[in-house]
């Protein structure tokens, strides 16, 4: 029914007078007929009724966050110090400016890559890439802090932010411990690059390298479920390695071990599956190498792999949303099978990596840079379902910053037309924020550690609602892929003081005042609506 249908259906259901007489009267016809008429309507016999129960409640949030993966190694070493300023303001700053919009996404995670020095290898490395290549800490019994300068440089920014919450996470071990001497797999599916007699210089490693930044996390291996080897070519593109469910719980065991018997707070979470089906199916493409039913794998008491009776070890499992976003069935279908099984095992989830690649059934490319709002409502609906249906309680991004043409970035960094990962862009380059970083943004400027979220529904087309709550406060983020349309909170008296921040094709985090019965949600937008309890 269009707009003007709803305006005739409504003026007749409140003066409960007959259709039939003007079933032929053409919608526009009827316009006129009821302005003629001098026909007034109720505020808000239009508006889209927003009902919730803050009382009825799911997960417990924890974080939003992002990599510092590979443009922040160059960015926070070369680039101009007001440049770098900007970014780390957009990324982590709480603060408003003096009309009350957003100066930033606030940010509660910060994801650091530990890397394995492939960078001091150069060109023997085999990663073709330099921005793709990591510097270490330690090499051959020697520890060097200045590494990773550019890196450190956003971690210390994220502090000085107030970020809750520090990760670091590995691609590879460092390379003196893998057994090819590299920071690159063998390209077999399922066969770890590392040399089992360093165990416990390994275990040392990481304990050192968590207690010096300070870890809140530490994520020892990412994307098991991928063989990171080189192509035909004989060339990689990334630091990386697979490694199968035997190999990871022997390892985590030990980690965790050594971490508790040293008393260090640093929590280890894993497995950073792929995709998230790895986590729960039982049947799948990686069966055969032992790279799937990770829930049950190191969750169950009865595995031979349990790592739920570890101090060090979250209880919780990470994934990346990666392939299994379109269509909307498969969406929806993936996360609640997910939920179901980790609720199963009694673990919590974190939807830990994401950016837009493939084809995702016609439905968006990964390739191709998109500054504007076509991105960012996907990439919208993919939170919601990630939070709502799968449970998540942290939602992380890939690359903070890109240099690349592809949908790969929160912020970029071009030089004109030069786009990629190249020394036109290593240096110095323009700043280009997204929709997508505003969008983003929408969730974690509000959504702050510690709320739960609630029930909430909607009754509109192409609209979708997700709430949260602390005690003082409720946040309600709607996304909307659809036309233009009014909302209310019955619940919500009239006068009580709403606060809106809309992200859309003009505005990015825009605030404004609202009235509880008269919210306008724009089309194709994401609207942040905020109000205190009492």
Same mark, same amino acid.
């Given at each position: 029914m269009n707009f003007s249908n709803q305006i005739i259906m409504a003026f007749f259901k409140t003066r409960k007078m007959n259709l039939n007489k003007?079933?032929?009267?053409?919608?526009?016809?009827?316009?006129?007929?009821?302005?003629?008429?001098?026909?007034?309507?109720?505020?808000?016999?239009?508006?889209?009724?927003?009902?919730?129960?803050?009382?009825?409640?799911?997960?417990?949030?924890?974080?939003?966050?992002?990599?510092?993966?590979?443009?922040?190694?160059? %960015?926070?070493?070369?680039?101009?110090?007001?440049?770098?300023?900007?970014?780390?303001?957009?990324?982590?700053?709480?603060?408003?400016?003096?009309?009350?919009?957003?100066?930033?996404?606030?940010?509660?995670?910060?994801?650091?890559?530990?890397?394995?020095?492939?960078?001091?290898?150069?060109?023997?490395?085999?990663?073709?890439?330099?921005?793709?290549?990591?510097?270490?800490?330690?090499?051959?019994?020697?520890?060097?802090?200045?590494?990773?300068?550019?890196?450190?440089?956003?971690?210390?920014?994220?502090?000085k932010y107030g970020v809750p919450y520090t990760l670091g996470f590995l691609n590879s071990s460092p390379v003196q411990m893998t057994k090819n001497g590299l920071a690159i797999g063998s390209g077999k599916l399922g066969e770890w690059n590392f040399?089992?007699?360093?165990?416990?210089?390994?275990?040392?490693?990481?304990?050192?390298v968590s207690a010096h930044f300070k870890f809140n996390y530490l994520s020892p291996f990412n994307e098991p479920q991928w063989d990171w080897g080189p192509g035909k070519n004989g060339k990689a593109s990334q630091e990386g390695t697979p490694i199968n469910n035997t190999d990871l719980a022997w390892a985590v065991r030990k980690l965790a071990v050594h971490f508790e018997s040293k008393g260090l707070k640093t929590s280890i979470v894993i497995p950073e599956a792929g995709q998230i089906d790895y986590l729960y199916q039982k049947n799948s493409n990686r069966?055969? %190498?032992?790279?799937?039913?990770?829930?049950?794998?190191?969750?169950?008491?009865?595995?031979?792999?349990?790592?739920?009776?570890?101090?060090?070890?979250?209880?919780? %499992?990470?994934?990346?949303?990666?392939?299994?976003t379109s269509p909307e069935s498969l969406l929806i279908k993936k996360r609640n099978d997910l939920h179901t099984e980790a609720e199963q095992y009694k673990v919590g989830y974190w939807q830990s990596e994401y950016c837009i690649l493939g084809e995702n059934a016609g439905e968006i490319k990964g390739g191709g840079v998109d500054l504007g709002m076509k991105t960012a409502l996907y990439v919208a609906n993919l939170i919601h379902a990630d939070l709502v249906n799968a449970h998540a309680s942290s939602w992380s991004w890939w690359l903070s910053v890109s240099a690349n043409d592809f949908k790969d970035g929160l912020i970029y960094i071009f030089n004109q037309d030069q786009k990629g990962e190249k020394d036109a862009n290593k240096y110095d380059a323009?700043?280009?924020?997204?929709?997508?970083?505003?969008?983003?943004?929408?969730?974690?400027?509000?959504?702050?550690?510690?709320?739960?979220?609630?029930?909430?529904?909607?009754?509109?087309?192409?609209?979708?609602?997700?709430?949260?709550?602390?005690?003082?406060?409720?946040?309600? %983020?709607v996304v909307n892929q659809g036309e233009s349309f009014k909302a209310a909170i019955p619940e919500v008296k009239t006068n009580k003081k709403i606060e809106a921040y809309t992200t859309s094709e003009m505005k990015n985090l825009a605030y404004q005042q609202v009235n509880a019965s008269n919210i306008q949600i724009p089309k194709q937008s994401i609207v942040t609506l905020v109000y205190n309890i009492k």
């Open positions: 003007f079933l032929n009267i053409s919608p526009y016809g009827a316009l006129w007929l009821l302005m003629g008429l001098n026909v007034s309507f109720p505020t808000n016999s239009l508006a889209q009724k927003i009902t919730l129960d803050p009382q009825k409640t799911f997960q417990t949030m924890h974080s939003f966050g992002a990599s510092d993966c590979w443009s922040m190694a160059m %960015v926070g070493k070369y680039f101009p110090q007001e440049k770098k300023n900007k970014i780390a303001e957009w990324l982590f700053s709480q603060e408003k400016d003096a009309q009350g919009n957003p100066k930033g996404i606030g940010l509660s995670m910060w994801r650091f890559n530990i890397g394995a020095g492939s960078t001091e290898q150069g060109i023997e490395s085999k990663i073709t890439n330099e921005w793709r290549r990591a510097e270490s800490f330690y090499s051959e019994g020697v520890w060097d802090w200045k590494k990773q300068e550019g890196q450190q440089f956003f971690l210390q920014a994220a502090k040399n089992p007699d360093k165990i416990n210089e390994w275990t040392d490693y990481l304990l050192k069966k055969n %190498v032992q790279q799937d039913n990770q829930i049950e794998t190191f969750f169950s008491p009865t595995s031979p792999h349990y790592l739920g009776n570890l101090k060090s070890v979250e209880k919780l %499992v990470c994934g990346h949303s990666y392939f299994t323009e700043l280009f924020d997204s929709k997508l970083l505003w969008t983003l943004g929408n969730y974690s400027r509000f959504i702050r550690p510690n709320m739960q979220r609630i029930e909430v529904n909607i009754d509109q087309e192409k609209c979708k609602i997700s709430g949260f709550r602390d005690k003082k406060k409720v946040v309600l %983020v």
